[in-house]
């Protein structure tokens, strides 16, 4: 399958390694491919430069926003929340008929502190929306051709993409979207990822309720200080 | 112990009844005992008046809520959120050098429906404080000789109170508070209610983790339209 993982972030590559160990042919977007390329530091969040990455993953392509979502027939957002709605809206010809995995959080930068991921504990980033609205509601308004499901969002990608790295892969991973039939799309995807308990929460509205539970997931990260599963027992 | 329970609502009632069945003294606060009394209609969520609840558990005292902390070692704030720390600091006197286990979550009246809680989804209401703050630790500034923990919060109280009503009691329940002694007498008794997996969160910081993570609990609830435990796999 053509799939698109837009952002070049250590959520996105994850994705886009895992999909081309599975033999679909990815291809990651970012904003300018040149700037991407050129970087030699590490990013934010200690990831070496991408154009290394890349050298180690000979099957993956990069790509404009645009031109990684055209050819795709699935589309995966690993961009910013911040900067998902915008960079999204920008593209929504190239993402129409399409299902779009989101599973962004809209951090806002928080300026208290001089890099806005990841804070101290204590003084974690606020999230806009929150409560009465959420990003994946947002990009789906800003979409209204693009079936965006909801997903990804209660673990860290390493673990999205391979769930067996905690307890054999016994926990739970959640989606929540308007389209059953992306939903399935999306829940096709997560089994060949190793996942055996998807919970559907239903319609975009959950999509609040997993992007507020980032505070919570962080503090039990601190607590473990590793890795972790949420299984949701019944 | 003497324990009091400030809350006359489903949650209150859950705590009360399964104390006083662990062999503690227990006393219920209430704002003023007589009104409390006087009701022959179910509250806002159906639970039946507290009157004929208080009949079917005769050990048990109603007191006001300044009356009922005085008597305790050991407080439970079962005050709903929007009124909680006016209420807490209103007998600040009467809760020093207590610990006060509080479950509450700062939803705030949602204009837009008849009644706050519950409302339908996609209408849910906002939490105040959120992000950078929390009611756990407004509670701890507005009591600042008493040690509040912040537990019970991510299951509904009925099952708090008895875990194994899920999977066996297979799942996980949070705590945070400051104070180290504080939550080794909320562990003590979490163990009393069955609980085998109790994590600490750390400090009063992870309350907003824990409060912000009722959007996600409600979600999950709607879906599963049953009781269901958390269990967090390491």
Tied chains: 1, 2.
Excluded: C
Aim: aromatic share 6%; hydrophobic share 40%; proline share 6%.
């Amino acid at each position: 399958m053509k799939i698109a993982v837009l952002g070049t972030g250590g959520g996105g590559r994850a994705h886009a390694a895992r999909l081309a160990e599975l033999g679909h042919q990815v291809a990651v977007g970012t904003r300018d491919p040149e700037t991407t390329l050129a970087r030699t530091e590490p990013d934010v969040m200690g990831n070496p430069p991408f154009k290394q990455w890349l050298a180690d993953h000979p099957d993956i392509t990069l790509a404009t926003f645009g031109d990684a979502a055209a050819s795709a027939e699935l589309v995966i957002n690993g961009i910013d929340g911040h900067n998902a709605v915008q960079a999204l809206g920008a593209i929504a010809d190239q993402l129409a008929g399409k299902v779009l995995i989101d599973y962004a959080v809209p951090y806002l930068y928080n300026p208290t502190t001089e890099h806005p991921w990841p804070t101290p504990w204590g003084v974690m980033p606020r999230l806009d929306p929150v409560d009465t609205d959420s990003l994946g509601e947002q990009i789906q308004r800003a979409l209204p051709d693009t079936s965006v499901v909801k997903a990804f969002v209660t673990q860290e990608q390493d673990t999205v993409v391979d769930p067996a790295r905690v307890a054999g892969g016994d926990h739970t991973t959640l989606i929540a979207g308007n389209d059953a039939d992306a939903k399935q799309s999306v829940t096709h995807l997560l089994k060949s990822y190793g996942w055996h308990d998807i919970l559907d929460l239903g319609t975009l509205h959950a999509a609040r309720g997993m992007e507020m539970y980032a505070h919570l997931h962080s503090a039990i990260g601190f607590a473990l200080g590793g890795p972790f599963g949420v299984k949701i027992q019944r």
